[in-house]
């Protein structure tokens, strides 16, 4: 604070007297220096008075005091007596020099002037050893004014740690000391002193543990006392004082005769078989904790697989791996932790047999199904399945399987499901449905998890349904309207064709020239319409399904399926005996191969006539037939060379 | 009724057991020689070829044993015992085919057309003619196609010019169909006169002389020639009318 001036003229107005007190005394010297300087104005001039400084501003530690020191100055314009006197304070803390007039201030105030220049210098003490921490203010009240005090009291800076205590101790485990640093952190050295609320703490009940300079520290020991303490937990505190009171206080907790506490944590599998668990022990003790790590597959006996002890009441998280576990069964493991004040038994885990399963090795087996027969487009009546297990041979459940045709592609094949999942008893199922090709078929079953035997191989032949086999000699029915012409013989010398005219004229009959509608019956019937050729005969009779001569309209099936069975006619397909021109047999093979019969052309060399049979599949080179006219022939081999093809393709597909 | 009803039946059974896809139209020409009582002649057949409105060809000419194959169908021999026909079968398109029946020996032949729209509730649509021929001659026809289904599936006529004309009287004669030669002189020069007027552009005349010709063929009926040639005379003269 930079001093500030006070003007007094001694012939102004009493007004500069800013004093503001209702203490009686106080008023009664104020009245008296009036009384004074109104003589004395008599006989001086008036002088400009400075007094430096013009407000006190300390900073204290708590529970100390200090010394103001300040000096009066005046100057006067000639020799000349002033007179400078002290009106006290308004507070207690505050103590200025000697008073008017009670001591003989003036008379040296007199001096001041002449013998020094007109300056003194006054003591201002401030007793602050009483204020609590905080600001505080005052003022010195003086003839030439009023001089403002202000004083901040701090605390003393210093810290201790910990800043708390926990004590666990039992019957069998005496409660150990605990230690505590004090950290001078004040800019001036102190004095520290530790005391207690509680009889079971030990403390130095209010001696002083040592001194420190700034920056420096000391660690003291706190003792406990458990002697006759009944079971239970107690708090206290320990208090560590600085010079001046400045005081910390640091809780005491003592748990006394609490046995351990266990929390289970999260466990994981390891490796094949193996499986680490997690435990959080808390002793409750500072002494020694033993504990055991149990583990088995019946929950209600399980066995110690080892052991630890732990010191310290701090929590430890203990973690133990359990290896060589059998995969297949779900195992239980648990925690049991002892201290003096008794035993815990962990919650009891469940480790799930999926889990000591994991990273096993998984072996896939061909389980049943293989090797069936089939008709296409029909669903296998026993499903594929696959068996996972593990390397011991214990059922693997939950193994995802997925299922692929893996041949033919292209003939509209399907499994049901495309993916499953292993059951309990490690068994996965997968159905076929065959597809419009006869044949082979493969059906791959994989296992992306299994270490051994992915993928697993599923076969079965589809075959083509069977083509009824209808002989026109068991048919006398006539046929479609042609009679026997026994005017013209044929060059075989039987009577030729003509059309029925008259009742007299003898009708030719399925039996005698109905191979060609039998052939259709056939075809059809392949196809689900179970009409016999007699059948057929009437139907085409009454829907002009004949040409003259007594052949067939090739286009019938188209008509009455409405292109659901579509004839196929192509130049190749076309040869002609009489110009000895064949069609090749491998013309057939492709609707073969689609269980699609082809009805064809072949030469009766026996009676050196035209003769239709239907081809229903391919033995090695040769061709099986269904022939309606002669029960021994099977083979289109019997016949030789084919003179046209008639196919018939299925517009839906080879699958009915 | 009872045939009705079986048949009803029967395609209902069919059509349950076959799910209906589509169907694409079809026509099948069947080639038959025949006898002059109707009978048919067994090992005979009788060669066409057919134009398409492309003017594509298919079918065996047996002048020149030549095969054509110039749009995809099925053509050829192909029979039921002694008795064979020769086969056409192709996926037609609008427009008029020509059937032009070459003779290889001869003959009476006849000609049946099933067309079939892709309609199975229409069912096959048959047309039929037959006519004479011999060695080396040809018959002509005209087959017409018609895919909208407001209109008949098909059509055929007998494409004759005065000389065409003429070769059915001769044959018809030689096959015994006209009994007396005196007729047949008659009327074959009465196709030579109208054949004649129409080089000379007398078309009148020409017309004249076919009604001449209509009437003798119609007064024979009954007496010295068959309905067959009848039929087939009457045909000639009436495209050739039409087409003066």
Redesign the interface.
């Known amino acids: 604070m930079t001093g500030q001036a006070f003007s007094l003229f001694r012939h102004s107005s009493f007004a500069w007297l800013n004093i503001s007190s209702d203490n009686a005394a106080l008023k009664s010297k104020i009245c008296l220096a009036f009384i004074f300087g109104f003589m004395m104005s008599a006989q001086f001039p008036a002088h400009a008075i400075t007094i430096t400084p013009s407000e006190i501003t300390v900073t204290v530690l708590q529970g100390t005091n200090t010394i103001v020191s300040g000096s009066k100055s005046f100057t006067a314009s000639s020799t000349s007596i002033f007179y400078f006197y002290w009106l006290g304070s308004n507070a207690s803390w505050i103590t200025t020099p000697n008073q008017w007039p009670i001591s003989p201030e003036w008379m040296w105030m007199y001096a001041c002037s002449y013998y020094n220049n007109y300056t003194c210098t006054y003591t201002v003490s401030l007793n602050t050893s009483a204020l609590s921490v905080g600001t505080h203010t005052g003022i010195a009240y003086s003839s030439i004014g009023n001089i403002p005090v202000t004083a901040t009291v701090r605390p003393a800076e210093f810290a201790v740690s910990p800043e708390a205590i926990a004590v666990a101790a039992n019957p069998n485990c005496k409660a150990t000391s605990k230690k505590l640093t004090v950290t001078n952190s004040d800019s001036r050295g102190l004095r520290f002193y530790s005391s207690d609320d509680q009889t079971w703490i030990n403390s130095a009940n209010g001696q002083p543990i040592g001194d420190l300079g700034p920056g420096g520290s000391l660690t003291t020991t706190i003792g406990f006392n458990t002697s006759g303490l009944a079971l239970g937990t107690y708090t206290g505190n320990v208090y560590i004082s600085a010079t001046g009171g400045t005081t910390k206080t640091v809780p005491v907790t003592l748990t006394y005769k609490q046995p351990p506490v266990i929390s289970n944590g999260n466990g994981e599998t390891t490796a094949c078989q193996a499986y680490k668990a997690s435990y959080t022990l808390t002793p409750n003790t500072d002494c020694t904790t033993t504990y055991t790590f149990q583990i088995g597959t019946d929950p209600a006996q399980l066995a110690d697989v080892d052991q630890g002890t732990i010191s310290g009441s701090n929590p430890v998280i203990l973690q133990k791996e359990y290896t060589n576990l059998q995969t297949g069964k779900d195992y239980y493991h648990r925690l049991i932790a002892t201290n003096g004040a008794g035993t815990t038994y962990g919650e009891i885990v469940k480790i799930p047999k999926e889990e000591l399963s994991k990273g096993c090795g998984k072996i896939l087996q061909n389980y049943s199904g293989s090797g069936q027969e089939g008709l296409i487009c029909e669903t296998l009546k026993e499903p594929f399945t696959v068996k996972a297990t593990d390397t011991s041979g214990n059922p693997e459940a939950g193994i995802g399987i997925g299922w692929q045709i893996a041949e033919p592609q292209g003939a509209g094949a399907s499994v049901t499901p495309a993916n499953s999942t292993t059951s309990s008893d490690g068994l996965a199922s997968s159905t076929l449905r065959l597809g419009s090709l006869p044949g082979d078929y493969t059906v791959n079953a994989t296992c992306s998890e299994c270490t051994e035997g992915s993928p697993q191989t599923f076969t079965a032949t589809a075959k083509c349904p069977d083509v009824p086999q209808y002989y026109q000699d068991d048919y006398s029915d006539d046929y479609d309207g042609i009679c026997k ?1 026994y ?6 010398g ?1 009577p ?4 029925c ?1 008259s009742a007299n004229d003898k009708p030719w009959s399925i039996k ?2 109905g ?2 509608l039998t052939n259709m019956a056939m075809v ?1 019937g392949r ?3 179970t ?1 016999s050729p007699s ?1 057929w005969n ?2 085409l ?5 004949y ?5 067939i ?4 099936p ?10 196929i ?3 190749a ?7 000895g ?1 064949t069609v090749p047999k491998s013309l057939m093979d492709d609707y073969l191969k689609k269980c699609m019969p082809v009805i064809a ?1 072949v030469y009766n060399s026996l ?6 049979v239907v081809v229903t599949g391919k033995d090695g080179n040769d061709y099986i037939i269904n022939d309606p006219g002669y029960r021994a022939n099977t083979r289109l081999s019997q016949y030789g060379d084919v ?2 093809i008639r196919p018939y393709v ?3 597909g080879g699958c ?1 | 009724m009872k045939i009705m009803i079986i048949a009803t039946i029967f395609i209902s059974t069919i059509l349950m057991n076959l799910q209906i896809a589509f169907a694409e139209p079809h026509i099948q020409i069947n080639s038959h020689v025949k006898y002059a009582n109707g009978g048919f002649v067994s090992e005979e057949v009788v060669y066409y070829i057919v134009t398409d409105p492309q003017g594509h060809v298919l079918g065996y000419d047996p002048r020149t044993k030549q095969h054509y194959n110039e749009f995809d169908g099925g053509y050829g021999s192909e029979g039921i015992g002694d008795i064979n026909t020769v086969v056409a079968g192709f996926i037609p398109v609008d427009g008029t085919y020509t059937i032009e029946v070459i003779g290889d020996g001869l003959m009476v032949f006849s000609i049946e057309m099933g067309i079939f729209r892709g309609n199975y509730t229409e069912g096959l649509s048959k047309l039929k003619v037959s006519g004479l021929t011999d060695t080396g001659l040809t018959s002509k026809f005209q087959m017409t196609y018609n895919s909208d289904p407001s209109k008949p599936a098909g059509s055929v006529i007998r494409v004759a010019t005065p000389s065409s004309l003429k070769q059915d009287i001769a044959l018809s004669r030689k096959i015994g169909w006209i009994d007396s030669d005196g007729i047949m002189m008659s009327l074959y020069k009465k196709a030579e006169a109208i054949e004649k007027s129409l080089e000379r552009g007398s078309t009148g005349t020409a017309k004249n002389q076919l009604d001449a010709l209509i009437n003798e063929v119609n007064a024979q009926k009954g007496k010295h020639i068959k309905d067959e040639v009848i039929k087939i005379l009457l045909e000639d003269t009436q495209y050739i009318s039409e087409h003066l």
């Open positions: 012409d005017e013209n013989l044929t060059a075989s039987e030729g064709v003509k059309s005219a005698d020239k191979c060609a059809m196809y689900g319409n009409a059948t009437k139907f009779t009454q829907i002009g399904g040409t003259e001569d007594g052949n309209w090739w286009t019938v188209d008509v009455i399926t409405g292109g659901g069975i579509k004839l006619e192509r130049s397909y076309s040869g002609d005996r009489k110009l021109i052309q009676e050196k006539s035209m003769h239709w003179y046209k299925n517009q839906n009915q």
